[in-house]
């Protein structure tokens, strides 16, 4: 759980110092006062990564040359500790309990974060890539070796279709690349598709639980190659002269894509609005689940961030979406007012005003206008 | 010349030193100073051995190794050293690594780096071109690629690998794993993935 988080430069914080010490918490504040940038700094501490954007430059206050959040977090033992991240010009620096950590995975291990947030429809309905970049991400956390390999075959794919833009390249040249590619595809690809398999059956039975009915979802995983090493050597190899022509790769898990299918149905193609939101809602809770089931009742590391995306959800949704994020740890909500749900009776409630975050003593003080 | 600035002379030393690696502006002025403050005759000497320098060290025709005057590496001279065998380095410093191992007694051939793409070093830009003519001119009967286990020290020994296949060679590469006499709860996922992967039946 956290209980302290301290930001310079971070958005539109120039300093922030805030305690925290409730399970659940709620940030009111009206559009652009920085409820969002403290979510986003949140999930930087636990995944390295914003949930907005992967330019690094875009973090940092304007006219900063860098960033620094601190965040004071307490294990199960209730062993407090501080992840520290540093981020200029020349990098960024991790360190755990001031001592420097050259790691990644170190810090990310400690923090299983989950965040709900008003584009996740985008997931269902947008480009393929964002698709990968979900399920990479929840990939990521859950298995180190996926983000190994995963980067293993991004740098390789980089490096061959580097070679491949000049169209009399060596074939030998080419080649090389592939032994790596093929090894790490082979892994990346099984663990997508035994994600999207276990994703069909939490997001099935999440829907039958709100309607008492069989659900008819299914997630089918699309990769233009099947089987294990053997099978992407074999393609890599029979693909090269084409690539070559082509001046890239032309194939692999860099093309992958996830489809979520309704009662038969292509939800980015033919869902509503309302079905395709829900079900982004939904997936996200079954990433919840999954991180509780694995966790085996110990939910200090699970953080879960939700960013005003409540409001639309009606009453028997929103009961199910409150049982299954109430797994987590440490909740953080977003609202531009107060929300009259009985849920938040034993709330901590912050006020954020133009990037100054304050705590209300009790509901009554929060200035809506 | 105003205050705030060294002689000229000084300046140009200054700026000489900065181009080496690691060395900033306040390390390349400390150096200066400091050569400064050393006696005449043993500026002489060190400014002798960098004229020198481009004549006395060169690299092996050989095998790219650092040589002496022109002619073979002290380790192609040694008529002691098992020619069967060729051990392929990125640079020649690590065969002074290798070599202090005490187990390795064949031959070296050093590359000069490894395939980068990206930073447009290419198969052109390695000491390849002499590594199939000493492999046929020699009795060697195998390979050692002990390149780095990084995405690119990878492809460099798969285009090598690829590029020598056909001659019969027995190609190897160095196995990576668990560090020798560590303690296994140091080790990072990524090692110990490639330790499980190359676990050997006792």
Not at chain 1, 123 to 134: A, D, E, H, K
Not at chain 1, 296 to 315: A, P, Y
Not at chain 2, 181 to 200: M, V
Request: aromatic share 8%; net charge neutral.
């Amino acid at each position: 759980m956290i209980r302290q988080i301290e930001l310079r430069n971070f958005r539109n914080y120039e300093t922030l110092s805030l305690a925290v010490d409730a399970e659940c918490n709620l940030f009111i504040g009206n559009n652009g006062q920085g409820k969002t940038n403290l979510l986003e700094a949140i999930f930087f501490t636990s995944m390295l990564r914003s949930f907005r954007t992967a330019r690094m430059a875009e973090l940092k206050k304007i006219g900063s040359r860098g960033f620094y959040i601190g965040t004071k977090a307490v294990a199960g033992t209730g062993l407090a500790r501080w992840y520290e991240i540093d981020y200029n010009n020349n990098g960024r620096r991790i360190s755990i309990d001031g001592k420097v950590s050259p790691r990644s995975s170190d810090l990310v291990r400690n923090f299983r974060t989950v965040a709900f947030l008003p584009d996740d429809i985008g997931i269902v309905t947008g480009n393929s890539g964002l698709r990968r970049r979900f399920v990479d991400m929840f990939l990521s956390i859950t298995d180190p070796h996926y983000l190994v390999s995963l980067h293993h075959y991004l740098s390789a794919l980089q490096m061959r279709n580097a070679v491949l833009k000049d169209s009399r390249a060596d074939m030998g040249l080419i080649a090389a690349y592939e032994p790596i590619m093929a090894k790490a595809a082979a892994y990346v690809a099984d663990c997508r598709r035994e994600y999207a398999a276990r994703l069909a059956l939490e997001i099935g039975t999440l829907l039958e639980g709100f309607y008492n009915v069989s659900s008819g979802f299914s997630v089918r995983y699309r990769s233009d190659t099947e089987g294990g090493i053997e099978a992407w050597h074999n393609k890599l190899a029979a693909e090269r002269r084409k690539d070559r022509l082509r001046g890239f790769t032309g194939f692999g898990l860099q093309l992958d894509d996830f489809d979520f299918i309704l009662n038969d149905k292509l939800l980015r193609h033919y869902g509503s609005t309302g079905q395709c939101r829900l079900i982004s809602l939904v997936m996200k809770m079954a990433n919840v689940n999954i991180l509780a089931a694995e966790a085996q009742g110990n939910k200090d590391k699970i953080i879960v961030l939700v960013d005003d995306v409540t409001g639309e959800l009606d009453d028997a949704t929103r009961q199910a979406f409150y049982r299954v994020i109430g797994q987590a740890g440490q909740l953080f909500f977003t609202f531009t007012s107060l929300p009259g749900d009985d849920y938040f009776r034993h709330a901590a409630v912050f006020q954020v005003n133009n990037g100054e975050i304050t705590p209300v003593s009790s509901s009554n003080q929060v200035n809506n206008g | 010349m105003n205050g705030a600035e060294y002689p000229e002379a000084l300046e140009e030393l200054i700026e000489l030193l900065k181009s080496l690696p690691g060395i900033g502006r306040r390390s390349a002025e400390r150096l200066a100073l400091a050569l400064l403050q050393w006696p005449p005759e043993k500026l002489a000497v060190f400014g002798d051995l960098m004229r020198e320098l481009p004549v006395r060290i060169t690299f092996c025709p050989e095998c790219g190794n650092l040589a002496a005057d022109g002619g073979l590496c002290p380790i192609c001279r040694a008529p002691s050293r098992d020619r069967s065998v060729i051990c392929v380095v990125e640079q020649a410093t690590q065969i002074i690594n290798i070599e202090k191992s005490g187990l390795y007694h064949g031959l070296y051939h050093v590359l000069g780096g490894k395939l980068a793409p990206l930073e447009g070093k290419n198969p052109a830009d390695l000491n390849l071109e002499t590594l199939p003519r000493r492999i046929d001119a020699g009795p060697v009967g195998e390979l050692v690629l002990a390149l780095s286990s990084d995405v690119e020290g990878r492809a460099t020994a798969a285009y090598i690998a690829g590029m020598l296949a056909g001659k019969g060679l027995r190609i190897t590469r160095l196995a990576s794993g668990l560090p020798a006499g560590s303690d296994i709860s140091y080790a990072d996922p990524e090692t110990l993935a490639a330790a499980f992967s190359g676990r050997i039946v006792l």
